[in-house]
């Protein structure tokens, strides 16, 4: 079945510490995988997609088909980046549908 | 320009009662998702629309949920008789076409339902 694990409900790390959030994925065809952020007081929002391999607000994520994991990183975390991340795997076909993982509250102490 | 939108922000019902919650996506937008978001849960898929069909209503609870979206802009999702269990964050998203897993979903701002 197709599934999304994030095993961190909140991860806490310091100003300027790296920043990783896990995410594990099962899907039986070839993954398409984002990253969606929601900040306190505001609406969910697409952070990144492994597809683009881009850098947003200095995240990046690494799809690892041998591990089924896409990570999401930050070398240096900032407290403005303190929110609800959500891993999601796009399930394709005629529903064009997400399937989001339960979440990781990244706290980001100064 | 303006963003998804949903209508009511916040519904408190009694247990038995019908709700309808109201969404209306950006302009244009082929696709339309509805999602419901239990208290400490990701969202998780409810219906899909494309223009006016609903291709995919697989993840809804219930044959008390009910969705539509007769002209393929506005979209109601209805609940009917409505449980304690019901109570959630209903998220509509909308993106601009079908089938392209590239395409942005947008999310609007939910309405938070709480059954009594």
């Known amino acids: 079945a197709q599934r999304v694990t994030q095993p961190e409900k909140l991860l806490s790390v310091f100003k300027g510490a790296p920043v990783e959030l896990k995410c594990n994925y099962s899907y039986s065809g070839s993954p398409e995988l984002f990253w969606y952020v929601q900040y306190s007081r505001q609406r969910l929002q697409l952070l990144l997609r492994h597809i683009s391999r881009e850098s947003i607000k200095g995240f990046t994520a690494d799809l690892n088909k041998g591990e089924t994991s896409f990570h999401l990183k930050k070398p240096f975390a900032q407290e403005e980046d303190s929110a609800m991340y959500y891993c999601?795997?796009?399930?394709?076909?005629?529903?064009?549908?997400?399937?989001f993982g339960t979440g990781t509250l990244l706290a980001v102490q100064p | 320009g303006a963003g998804v939108s949903q209508s009511p922000r916040y519904k408190v019902a009694k247990r038995g009662q019908d709700v309808a919650l109201r969404c209306d996506p950006i302009?244009?937008?082929?696709?339309l998702f509805w999602y419901q978001q239990a208290l400490g849960q990701g969202p998780e898929f409810l219906t899909y629309f494309q223009n006016e069909a609903q291709l995919d209503k697989s993840g809804l609870p219930s044959d008390r949920f009910f969705a539509e979206r007769p002209e393929g802009s506005v979209s109601t999702l209805k609940i009917q008789r409505t449980q304690q269990e019901d109570s959630a964050v209903y998220l509509c998203?909308?993106?601009?076409?079908?089938?392209?897993?590239?395409?942005?979903?947008?999310f609007g701002p939910g309405t938070r339902l709480t059954v009594l």
């Open positions: 999601a795997l796009y399930y394709g076909g005629a529903t064009n549908k997400l399937i």
């Open positions: 998203a909308s993106s601009l076409e079908a089938g392209v897993s590239t395409d942005t979903q947008y």
């Open positions: 302009s244009g937008h082929v696709s």
